[in-house]
């Protein structure tokens, strides 16, 4: 779709335009593209749609073991699990347990809130393979995801380009 913008633009401006005129659209359109790429690559986190003791987002289901209360859960025991249409179902760790909102995803990494009494934990997993690839410190409250970042107490975690935690 790109490489057919750029023909039509390009015909365009040599017919019409001069040099300099050229070169300055030629500027303009190259900007465009680059920053169109840039956008792309954000890590944009999805939410988990939970429904009893199982998730989805995108193309993973998860599943995060006995409920705290079936009616209202809030907390799940574990042990979590991760399938993919493209990959058989794995376990995560047991350190991932007492899973609670928010769970949230982008490019095959899970973002998995945790608490033990009142300190919280987030654990960054590879969806593929289950692998936790990440744990912050411990915190309390909820953390925050945003476009790039993982906020957990004060500290602001930056995502890199695969959405792992830098």
Request: include cysteine; charge should be neutral; charged fraction near 15%.
């Amino acid at each position: 779709m790109k490489r057919i913008y750029w023909v039509i633009c390009k015909k365009i401006i040599v017919r019409h335009l001069g040099q300099d005129a050229r070169r300055t659209i030629h500027a303009v359109l190259i900007a465009g593209l680059l920053s169109s790429s840039i956008v792309a690559s954000a890590c944009d986190l999805v939410p988990f749609q939970i429904a009893g003791d199982s998730g989805k987002a995108g193309p993973i289901t998860i599943g995060l073991g006995e409920p705290d209360n079936v009616a209202h859960p809030t907390a799940w025991q574990g042990p979590l699990t991760i399938s993919t249409a493209s990959t058989p179902t794995c376990t995560v760790s047991d350190a991932v347990s007492i899973i609670e909102r928010p769970i949230v995803s982008a490019r095959g990494v899970l973002f998995v809130q945790t608490y033990s009494g009142s300190t919280h934990f987030v654990y960054a997993v590879d969806a593929s393979t289950c692998a936790v690839i990440w744990r912050s410190d411990g915190f309390a409250g909820t953390a925050i995801f945003g476009t790039n970042t993982v906020v957990v107490g004060a500290k602001t975690t930056p995502l890199d380009q695969a959405c792992h935690p830098e």
